[in-house]
């Protein structure tokens, strides 16, 4: 049986004498979509900034793509060459095409040619739904449209995991859809993904594997099945209000 591409054992996570993770263990595999649920302040988006080096843990063992998070030798700038990460802003350079935006890192950091640019920007940005926009600058797009081209830029560097940090809470019920779709089609090509959200309904549909994160622990892992048979009085408590 393969090793999971990310696995978290016993992990803590500090902020001063705030535990905000306080012992979590979880496997991920290659291939799967995994949905981090759970209300303000569990301790989701630490989970989820601690795979990629953004924190720090400090207790347990974290292993993500063969690199030992908790390592003090780990090269984080090639953790990240495997670990994407896009975030609820778009963090987008506005003097920068979609095309320069998108290509920018696989350019500097991956070495890519500037004459292989181009063809990379179409490929991701196909993906996206977004060919037609390669031009353009981000204050021409609409809010859902960046995103999509955040999640382009993620591509783009051809990342064998991809986190999404509450990617659609800053966006309108029909830009919400755009980006969701987007990351319904990268779930059917296997891509790797650990979505931290609040679209319960998505989760349900494209989730391998939901995480019920509770005061720092997590409280339920399961299928999707899951939010329709919840064990624990937290999370049936959460799936009622509809967080």
């Known amino acids: 049986m393969a090793a999971a591409i990310v696995s978290f054992k016993e992990v803590h996570k500090k902020f001063g ?15 799967k979509v995994v ?5 303000s302040g ?23 793509c063969g690199f030992e998070i908790d390592d003090k030798r780990i090269d984080l700038r090639k953790l ?30 991956l070495g890519v040619p500037k004459h292989k640019c181009r063809e990379l920007a179409e490929e991701v940005l196909s993906k996206v739904g977004l060919g037609e926009k390669i031009d353009n600058y981000p204050e021409q797009l609409s809010g859902g449209q960046q995103q999509r081209v ?16 509450e990617v ?17 089609n990268l779930a059917k090509e296997k891509m ?12 349900r549909k494209v989730a391998d594997q939901i995480v019920f994160m509770h005061h720092g622990k997590i409280w339920e892992v399961g299928d999707r099945s899951l939010l329709d048979l919840p ?3 937290e999370l049936k408590q959460f799936v009622a209000s509809g967080l």
């Not at 790797?192 to 989760?203: N, Q, W």
Request: charged share 20%; aromatic share 4%.
């Open 80 to 109: 990240r060459q495997d670990v994407g990460i896009v975030f609820q802003s778009y963090n987008l350079f506005p003097h920068l095409t979609v095309a320069e935006n998108v290509t920018i890192a696989p350019r500097r950091v």
């Open 42 to 64: 569990s301790g989701k988006s630490t989970a989820l900034r601690c795979i990629n080096g953004l924190e720090k843990i400090n207790g347990g063992a974290l292993s993500v």
């Open 35 to 39: 949905a981090i649920l759970g209300r």
């Open 168 to 184: 659609t809470s800053a966006l309108d019920p029909e830009l919400t859809g755009e980006v969701l779709r987007v990351i319904e």
């Open 150 to 165: 955040a999640i382009a830029r993620s591509l783009a560097m051809r990342p064998r995991v991809l986190l999404l940090d």
């Open 231 to 233: 064990q624990t009085p």
């Open 192 to 203: 790797t993904m650990i979505l931290v959200t609040h679209e319960m309904a998505f989760a």
């Open 17 to 31: 004498d705030l535990e905000v993770l306080k012992g979590i263990s979880l496997d991920i595999d290659e291939g």
